[in-house]
């Protein structure tokens, strides 16, 4: 599996692997689901210092983790994004929906 | 002016989308792209080749055409598949429209296949079959004493 997570202050933070499409963008939704099903969590932090590619579904997957927190009150933040990455977000009009941080600690300090 | 082409055919599998973006970013190589427009290219093949798996073959089996040609210094990438077909392409380019939100889909496929690559064209016969050309202009002089 190329997706880990850990869960800080109610915060889910997934560290993408390298490379998000399709493929891994499906094994992403199911360790999501069942860790947000067991409500433990309220935000969602993606950190991306891993992920050298990125397409369109993982545009898709990042809508769909929004869609999920905002329903519980959450926040979705992205953390340590290549510029590529940044690129797509900004593309697609995604920057609107989520925030951007360089680091996890900025991140925490913003949501708490 | 030096032609290259290359033309494989694999199976419509999940796996395959990073397969053929090796491929074609293996193909290329000698060019010596730079990484924003190898990271274009990529990104553009992915979409293609997603598409095929997800809408072409609804994620059954099926096969899918990859050509790629490189004249001059411009590259040319025609995939296609034997699926469903699209009924209607203007609507089908739209920025986020998709026929399937439940997996996901952003909508964003042939939006970034437009933004990344200089030229798209689709076609499509719903019930045979679409194929996507694009086209990139590489900004690298193709040193001829160094192929």
């Known amino acids: ?112 | 002016m030096k032609k290259n082409e290359m033309d494989i055919c694999f199976d419509s599998r999940s796996e395959n989308e990073s397969f053929a973006r090796m491929v074609v970013a293996g193909f290329i190589t000698y060019l010596d792209p730079t990484l924003e427009e190898m990271g274009d290219i990529k990104t553009a093949v992915s979409e293609a080749v997603t598409n095929c798996v997800i809408h072409g073959y609804n994620n059954g089996p099926g096969k899918i055409h990859m050509k790629c040609r490189i004249e001059d210094k411009t590259l040319q990438i025609e995939i296609s598949d034997e699926g469903v077909g699209i009924e209607n392409i203007r609507q089908a380019m739209e920025p986020l429209y998709t026929t399937k939100p439940d997996l996901e889909r952003s909508g964003m496929g042939f939006a970034f296949m437009e933004a990344f690559m200089d030229g798209l064209h689709v076609e499509s016969v719903p019930g045979k079959g679409t194929k996507v050309v694009m086209e990139k202009l590489l900004g690298v002089c193709i040193n001829e004493e160094a192929i």
Do not use: W
């Open chain 1, 1 to 112: 599996m190329n997706v880990e997570y850990k869960v800080v202050k109610r915060c889910l933070v997934l560290t993408i692997g390298p490379e998000l499409d399709h493929h891994e963008a499906k094994k992403i939704k199911s360790v999501t689901e069942h860790l947000l099903r067991r409500g433990v969590t309220k935000h969602i932090i993606l950190d991306f210092r891993n992920t050298k590619f990125m397409d369109s579904s993982g545009i898709g997957m990042i809508i769909s983790r929004y869609k999920e927190v905002s329903l519980r009150g959450g926040k979705i933040s992205i953390i340590n994004a290549t510029q590529s990455v940044k690129n797509l977000i900004l593309i697609s009009g995604l920057h609107k929906l989520v925030y951007e941080y360089e680091c996890l600690d900025d991140a925490l300090m913003e949501l708490y």
